[in-house]
């Protein structure tokens, strides 16, 4: 039996930097926008596009592609290109030593919904984009734009990774929807990242949650290790 390394995929915003960082929301803001501008309606409709799109689609950006013929990689330029990054993310060197530990024993892969411009930015910043074998995220130039929580977001970064048993699947996110959509498609441990002044999720979304990212090693450790050593 040919052995099979476990990967662990770790989603980027909200994730592996924290919430009060309020990237999301300068991010939203421009989405609003971008949306009344390129769409020419109010501002309200514009946020309640952006959030019915979010909401349906995984990424705002989907549904003005399906539904508006909108440029993805115009829309990329003027949005997440244009946050101030450099302001906001600041290194972690507790997150990259951690990192460097996992990476001993499990191939490391980010999944992002963003473009690989905002998702190299934002692992530069953080100081760890040499901490990861590979980046899955959602092309911009494609044709039909592909992003979780759908099916084919998920197995699309299996064959990038290299990883053929949904078993032996790891992911951590902050998204409901996304851990969801990875219990669904039969990963096995879909840890929801969770911070300390955020409610639990009622139903839980995935196999566990977590209040900080930086256990995540202590996480597998006690997890993962436990209960499916070695051979």
Not at 77 to 87: A, C, G, M, T, Y
Not at 133 to 139: K, M, N, R, S, W
Not at 185 to 199: L, M, N, P, R, S
């Amino acid at each position: 039996m040919t052995f099979e390394k476990k990967v662990v995929f770790f989603d980027l915003d909200n994730c592996l930097y924290p919430k009060s960082y309020a990237i999301h929301d300068m991010m939203a803001s421009r989405i609003t926008a971008y949306f009344a501008d390129k769409l020419g309606v109010p501002e309200d409709e514009a946020e309640r596009l952006r959030e019915i799109y979010y909401r349906h689609y995984g990424i705002a950006i989907r549904g003005l592609v399906l539904h508006h013929q909108i440029d993805a990689v115009d829309y990329d330029k003027r949005v997440d290109q244009s946050l101030p990054l450099e302001k906001v993310v600041k290194r972690d060197d507790r997150l990259r030593d951690m990192l460097l530990e996992l990476r001993k024993k499990y191939k490391l892969w980010i999944f992002t919904n963003a473009y690989v411009v905002h998702a190299t930015r934002v692992l530069t910043l953080l100081g760890i984009s040499d901490c990861f074998h590979g980046v899955t995220y959602c092309d911009y130039d494609a044709k039909d734009l592909v992003a979780k929580p759908m099916p084919e977001m998920y197995a699309r970064v299996m064959k990038d990774a290299g990883i053929t048993k949904k078993e032996n699947c790891i992911f951590f996110d902050d998204s409901y929807g996304n851990i969801v959509g990875a219990r669904d498609f039969g990963w096995k441990y879909t840890i929801q990242v969770v911070e300390e002044d955020e409610a639990l999720p009622e139903p839980q979304a995935g196999s566990h949650v977590i209040r900080d990212i930086h256990d995540s090693k202590e996480f597998l450790d006690s997890v993962v290790e436990k209960n499916e050593p070695e051979v």
